[in-house]
Structure formats: C-alpha cells, structure tokens
C-alpha cells in the first residue's frame, strides 16, 4: 500500500478507529473495515465501515464537496433503513465513519439467484420507500437509487450511497454549473437526461425501475448501446413484467408501470405514496 495511506491496514484513525481491512477500492473513494478502539459513542470493540476520497482527488474542490456534501445527507437521515452516518474525521482527506452492514446488495442477489420471489421484491422496495421518504422529508434527492444502492442486511434492506444525492431546491446542475446530468443511466428518470430540476419523483422513477429489474431480472429499458437506453427512457414503453412473471399480479405491474410515466406527474408523488400502494397488495 501508498507510503502513509490513511487508510492502510493497522491505522488508527481520529486515536480510535482501527482499520481492519480494506474493502473496496473505487474511482472516488476507498472503503474500509474498521473496529472502535477508543471512547465513541458508538461502543468500543464495534465495528464500523470508513469511507475516504481516494486522496489524488483531494485537491478537486467539486468532489470533495460532493463527498461532505453526501455526509451532510447522510447525517439527516435516521431511518432504520438507510445506512447510519456517526461522523466525518478530516484525516485529510475527508473520511467518513458509517454503520458497518453485513449481507449482501440486491444486485449481488440477483446476479447470483435471478429475480426475487415477489414478496421479497415488493418488501425490498417499501424498506427503501422508508429510507426515501425520510430523506425527501429533508429535500434530499437520492438520484442513484439501483439494486447495487440497496443492500439486504439480516434486518432488512438499507439504503446506501447517498454520494450524487442534492437539495431539491437547487437546480439540476453540477457543482461547477455545467448542466451535466448525474446518476447511472438505466435507472434515470426522464428528466434526470434531460438536465431539468428533480424532485421526489425521480427517485420514484428508480424505485420502479429497480421493482421492475427484482421482478424480472433486467431493467426495463436494457440495451448494449447507450443512446438505446436513453431512447426508450424518454420514448419508448416498458416491456410488460407478466409476460415473464405470470405470478405477478396485474395490480403490482400497474403499480410498477405508474412509477415509470414519462410525465413526473403521473407518478407516485411521494415514496410513501408508492410505499402505500404496495402494502395494500
């Protein structure tokens, strides 16, 4: 490992953080394994995972914002199903100290079993609408929300990855201004693409999406090219899910499909909104 790489195996960090192990190894961040060593309001002897920018990208303003700027959302959500923020330590640079999970992330999950059995798939979404709900109570747009972002744990499901999240009364922009669009393609509302400012209802896009990909094992608008994807994002219909699962019922592929309408509003005006209707299947 680099010469003095905070994140190396044995250090401590902040005089109490011992780094175990590391986990992954990011374009943007390192992630850590780490045990409580000293007084923390979290319990000595636990363990916690650490989140550092990769230190190369410590002199670019924009990502180090970015990173507090995730921190900073992390910290206002106390849902029980999103992953808990204890603290930010300025090593340099910025470190994050979070809840450690264990278990496994629903992209794992289908990878290795194929889609979830409906219950499963449906009780996934609504832990997630628990997390989001909260989240946009505090105008926090998540903007990322996949199976990779949603991890399973024994105690349910957790939210995770709050890095692209924004206040929802900025406009959709970079940091810099540059009107770029953020998040991962196949799971972006229409007008996510089209740079316009998002609210809640983008994140109810992704929810659907990521209901519909737990369903059927593939993303509703699943292309090898790029400009595909994009296309039948703003223009085309999503392939019907009981064409391949029969066992879904035709009110949970409305509720699925409703989440996907072009025109934000006429879709679920709230996670909690879309969280109700899957209760009541």
Known sequence: MPSGDPLAVHALIAGKYRVLDRIDDGSMSIVARARVEGPSTIGVGNLVALKVLHPELAGDPELVERFRREARALGRVRSPHAVRMYEVVEIPPPCMVMEWLEGEDLDHR???????????????????????????????????????????????????DFGIAKDAVTPETSLTGTGAAMGSPLYMAPEQIRCE?????????????????????????????????????????????????????????????????????????????????????
């Not at 292309?223 to 392939?239: T, Y």
Request: hydrophobic share 45%; with cysteine.
């Open 197 to 281: 400012r998002v609210d809640a209802r983008a994140d109810v896009w992704a929810l659907g999406v990521t209901l519909y990909e737990l369903l059927v094992g593939v993303t509703p608008f699943e292309s090898e090219v790029p400009a595909m994807v994009l296309a039948g994002i703003l223009g085309r219909s999503a392939p019907p899910i009981r064409d391949d699962r029969p066992d879904v019922s035709e009110k949970l592929e409305a509720i699925v499909f409703r989440c996907l309408e072009k025109d934000k509003s006429a879709r679920f005006a709230s996670a909690s909104a879309l969280a109700e209707a899957l209760e009541d299947l």
């Open 110 to 160: 289908i990878a290795e079993d194929g889609p979830l059995p409906v219950d499963e798939a449906v009780r996934a979404i609504v832990e997630a609408c628990d997390a989001m709900s909260e989240a946009h109570a505090h105008g926090i747009i998540h903007r990322d929300l996949k199976p990779s972002n949603l991890f399973l744990t024994p105690s349910g499901v957790k939210v995770i």
